[in-house]
């Protein structure tokens, strides 16, 4: 079955520590985005990236980096840099085509820093 | 510059009576309008689209939402609502130019039994 997986269902770390969220998507799309949700927020978004070795910074990049070696693999880091990193991570693509702008996601990170 | 606005973080109703989410948005040109269902610990799953043509669009699980452009609006319906309705519910526009969604607050529909 087509789809995007994120590894690990929920993340624990310490204050201080680099943490790398993973997600992978088989579905042959282009471009891959990363979201952090927060109550009552809605989802911002972090980074993006609308094809291989590119990405962009989204509205919210600070303390955060990412990498796309691969097609099908999109890693999020989130660094010692962000101030409040405790949040619900998800990860989408799309295909990137015209008339394809529907983003599909993956089930989510849930990341507690303490 | 385009965003969306959902009115009423939180929405209560009956089981079996009409579910009304609201939805609008502010873009300069016609936009392409989205709604997402996100259940408790998961990601967001697609209900339905707007793109072009019709107006009045058809989900899954019975859900149906109507473009207006006089009034900005994309508001999702349900004639009947489901306890398993209840969950998070996101808006989201395409950004213009690009393939970004920008996503709106969420409305977090509550079925009373």
């Known amino acids: 079955d087509g789809g995007i997986t994120q590894s690990p269902k929920y993340l624990f770390r310490k204050e201080g520590q680099n943490v790398t969220l993973s997600c992978e998507q088989n579905?042959?799309?282009?471009?891959m985005y990363w979201y952090r949700q927060d109550p009552g927020q809605g989802l911002r978004l972090i980074y993006y990236?609308?094809?291989?070795?590119?990405?962009q910074k989204g509205d919210i990049a600070e303390g955060y980096s990412v990498s796309r070696e691969k097609k099908e693999s999109f890693p999020l880091t989130v660094t010692s840099a962000q101030k409040n990193p405790t949040a619900f991570y998800l990860c989408?693509?799309?295909?990137?085509?015209?008339?394809?702008?529907?983003?599909?996601f993956g089930p989510g990170t849930r990341l507690t820093v303490t | 510059a385009q965003s969306v606005t959902q009115l009423g973080s939180h929405v209560s109703v009956s089981e079996g009576a009409l579910v009304l989410l609201r939805c609008n948005y502010s873009?300069?040109?016609?936009?392409?309008l989205f709604w997402y269902v996100q259940y408790p610990n998961q990601g967001l799953q697609l209900l339905l689209k707007?793109?072009?043509?019709?107006?009045l669009v058809k989900g899954i699980n019975g859900f149906e939402a109507e473009f207006k452009k006089s009034e900005t609006s994309f508001h999702l319906t349900k004639p009947s609502a489901h306890m398993s309705d209840a969950a998070e519910y996101f808006c989201?526009?395409?950004?213009?130019?690009?393939?970004?969604?920008?996503f709106g607050t969420g409305t977090r529909l509550t079925v009373i039994p």
């Open positions: 989408a693509s799309n295909s990137g085509g015209t008339g394809s702008y529907e983003q599909y």
């Open positions: 579905l042959n799309h282009d471009a």
């Open positions: 990236s609308q094809i291989v070795n590119d990405f």
């Open positions: 873009s300069s040109v016609p936009p392409y």
């Open positions: 707007y793109t072009t043509g019709a107006t």
């Open positions: 989201a526009v395409r950004i213009t130019g690009a393939n970004n969604l920008f």
